[in-house]
């Protein structure tokens, strides 16, 4: 069993004030994988403190000279994946082979955006022609705190960290209690790189004691945070006290519209999609409207694709998906799955209770609901598990209208053979992003949403930008330029 209770703080690794355990849970076993130190009061401001006392330095650190650290902590990562894909295998259950091939590498993958678009950050740019002696610097916001989640741990520890430290930023990372293992190791690649001093520093615990410690810091001046709407709402709540930025990405219930020209293996692609990581995703496709003249045949095949997924321990290799992270969202999974049957939504695949053979671990059978009405509470709330719920439309708008009414707003996915029918849907539909025909978005694209799903924009140029504040000045001396 893995031991690792301390703190990475000013540049070492440093015991908790005052100890107090948590055991990390298996989910594919229920046992205890590994134990962990929860920070209080002291860790944090411990923590801020160094922050503090680094930000005048690395602030004005040249840029060229922050990208050379990040690319010694890239350097560090790729020598040491494997090591990553089996602490995230480890720690939330994902299957090692998606933890190798999706979970680990999303980290690097984001580590190269932003090296990408670190070089299309103008620092002094001008205003415009019509001002000459004006000028526009973007300058760090200062220490952030940032609060990360359990079910893709290195994708939004990197979509946070990374542009923090390319803008000057210095940093506090709480990572979530449930998937610690990923960012202690993260936090090494960060020493072995060189990072100086206080610039970056780690204190695990949990949302009612550093998080929110964090949100309220009057020396913390930006919170960057990810999870569920809920903790969103309540981090912007302690925040507003200090009056610090907050940038949110939290949950979704993404519409899946399947025309009647999509291609063959459209239904089959959004039923894995939305089954993948366990659907433990905010930008999962968990509503998927098809349209009615292939509706009958869309169900069908959803159920024959969704009987067909395996589940099983993480540990295995394959294609399989494994268990969801915990107790209370298996539970919460049930609750909702039964929900969708007293609601009246039929199920054609899957349903509530463990799958056939397994009596112990998180799992989740892969559950497909249809003929649910938007209106059903499994159409409406994030249900964060492999449960896809099926609805029927008529008309492009009727899609529109469907797709739309719903609290959230982050991802949302069109099917259709027709370039004029994807562009008007694109533009249509209230969502911080739309992906066509089973093409992801490229590396570098802005991840984030609207309504209840936060206003992040985490990734490229957007993600570093969102770790600087303009400065406005007149008079600017043209011998500078």
């Given at each position: 069993?893995?031991?690792?209770?301390?703190?990475?703080?000013?540049?070492?690794?440093?015991?908790?004030?005052?100890?107090?355990?948590?055991?990390?849970?298996?989910?594919?076993?229920?046992?205890?994988?590994?134990?962990?130190?929860?920070?209080?009061?002291?860790?944090?401001?411990?923590?801020?403190?160094?922050?503090?006392?680094?930000?005048?330095?690395?602030?004005?650190?040249?840029?060229?000279?922050?990208?050379?650290?990040?690319?010694?902590?890239?350097?560090?990562?790729?020598?040491?994946?494997?090591?990553?894909?089996?602490?995230?295998?480890?720690?939330?259950?994902?299957?090692?082979?998606?933890?190798?091939?999706?979970?680990?590498?999303?980290?690097?993958?984001?580590?190269?955006?932003?090296?990408?678009?670190?070089?299309?950050?103008?620092?002094?740019?001008?205003?415009?022609?019509?001002?000459?002696?004006?000028?526009?610097?973007?300058?760090?916001?200062?220490?952030?705190?940032?609060?990360?989640?359990?079910?893709?741990?290195?994708?939004?520890?990197?979509?946070?960290?990374?542009p923090a430290l390319l803008a000057g930023c210095t940093i506090v990372l709480k990572p979530s209690e449930e998937a610690p293992l990923s960012?202690?190791?993260?936090?090494?690649?960060?020493?072995?790189?060189?990072?100086?001093?206080?610039?970056?520093?780690?204190?695990?615990?949990?949302?009612?004691?550093?998080?929110?410690?964090?949100?309220?810091?009057?020396?913390?001046?930006?919170?960057?945070?990810?999870?569920?709407?809920?903790?969103?709402?309540?981090?912007?709540?302690?925040?507003?006290?200090?009056?610090?930025?907050?940038?949110?990405?939290?949950?979704?219930?993404?519409?899946?519209?399947?025309?009647?020209?999509?291609?063959?293996?459209?239904?089959?692609?959004?039923?894995?999609?939305?089954?993948?990581?366990?659907?433990?995703?905010?930008?999962?496709?968990?509503?998927?409207?098809?349209?009615?003249?292939?509706?009958?045949?869309?169900?069908?095949?959803?159920?024959?694709?969704?009987?067909?997924?395996?589940?099983?321990?993480?540990?295995?290799?394959?294609?399989?998906?494994?268990?969801?992270?915990?107790?209370?969202?298996?539970?919460?999974?049930?609750?909702?799955?039964?929900?969708?049957?007293?609601?009246?939504?039929?199920?054609?695949?899957?349903?509530?209770?463990?799958?056939?053979?397994?009596?112990?671990?998180?799992?989740?059978?892969?559950?497909?609901?249809?003929?649910?009405?938007?209106?059903?509470?499994?159409?409406?709330?994030?249900?964060?598990?492999?449960?896809?719920?099926?609805?029927?439309?008529?008309?492009?708008?009727?899609?529109?209208?469907?797709?739309?009414?719903?609290?959230?707003?982050?991802?949302?996915?069109?099917?259709?053979?027709?370039?004029?029918?994807?562009?008007?849907?694109?533009?249509?539909?209230?969502?911080?992003?739309?992906?066509?025909?089973?093409?992801?978005?490229?590396?570098?694209?802005?991840f984030g949403g609207v309504k209840m799903s936060g206003r992040a924009r985490e990734g490229g140029v957007w993600g570093i930008e969102e770790?600087?504040?303009?400065?406005?000045?007149?008079?600017?001396?043209?011998?500078?330029?």
């Open positions: 069993m893995i031991e690792n209770r301390n703190f990475y703080i000013n540049g070492a690794w440093v015991p908790p004030v005052k100890a107090r355990d948590h055991d990390v849970i298996d989910p594919s076993t229920e046992d205890v994988c590994a134990v962990i130190s929860l920070g209080d009061q002291a860790d944090t401001d411990s923590a801020v403190a160094a922050a503090n006392a680094a930000f005048p330095g690395w602030a004005a650190t040249p840029p060229a000279e922050r990208a050379e650290y990040v690319k010694k902590i890239l350097a560090q990562y790729q020598a040491r994946s494997e090591e990553m894909a089996e602490a995230i295998s480890l720690e939330m259950g994902a299957p090692i082979d998606m933890a190798r091939s999706s979970q680990a590498t999303s980290g690097p993958w984001h580590i190269e955006g932003f090296l990408t678009a670190f070089d299309e950050i103008e620092w002094v740019r001008p205003l415009g022609s019509h001002a000459p002696d004006d000028r526009i610097a973007m300058e760090p916001i200062g220490v952030v705190g940032l609060i990360t989640p359990w079910n893709w741990p290195m994708n939004q520890v990197t979509l946070k960290v990374i960012s202690l190791l993260f936090a090494e690649f960060v020493h072995d790189a060189g990072v100086p001093p206080g610039v970056f520093n780690l204190v695990n615990g949990d949302g009612v004691g550093v998080g929110s410690q964090l949100s309220r810091h009057e020396d913390v001046a930006m919170i960057s945070f990810t999870g569920s709407t809920r903790a969103g709402k309540a981090i912007s709540a302690a925040a507003a006290e200090t009056l610090k930025l907050v940038t949110l990405e939290l949950g979704g219930k993404g519409a899946n519209v399947v025309f009647a020209d999509a291609d063959e293996k459209a239904v089959k692609r959004g039923v894995l999609h939305c089954m993948n990581n366990s659907g433990q995703s905010c930008n999962a496709p968990t509503r998927m409207l098809v349209e009615r003249s292939v509706y009958d045949q869309a169900v069908e095949t959803a159920a024959e694709v969704a009987s067909k997924v395996g589940v099983g321990p993480a540990s295995e290799t394959g294609r399989h998906i494994g268990p969801v992270v915990n107790k209370t969202q298996w539970t919460k999974i049930q609750d909702m799955i039964e929900v969708g049957m007293n609601e009246g939504a039929r199920l054609v695949a899957g349903g509530p209770g463990l799958p056939e053979g397994v009596n112990r671990g998180y799992y989740v059978r892969p559950t497909v609901f249809a003929d649910v009405r938007n209106d059903m509470r499994i159409a409406q709330e994030e249900i964060f598990g492999p449960v896809l719920s099926i609805i029927p439309f008529d008309t492009e708008e009727d899609a529109v209208q469907i797709a739309n009414d719903t609290p959230y707003g982050l991802t949302n996915y069109v099917q259709s053979q027709d370039g004029a029918k994807r562009n008007r849907m694109a533009r249509a539909l209230r969502s911080g992003m739309v992906e066509m025909n089973g093409q992801s978005r490229g590396q570098g694209a802005p770790f600087l504040e303009a400065k406005s000045i007149s008079g600017w001396s043209g011998a500078d330029d």
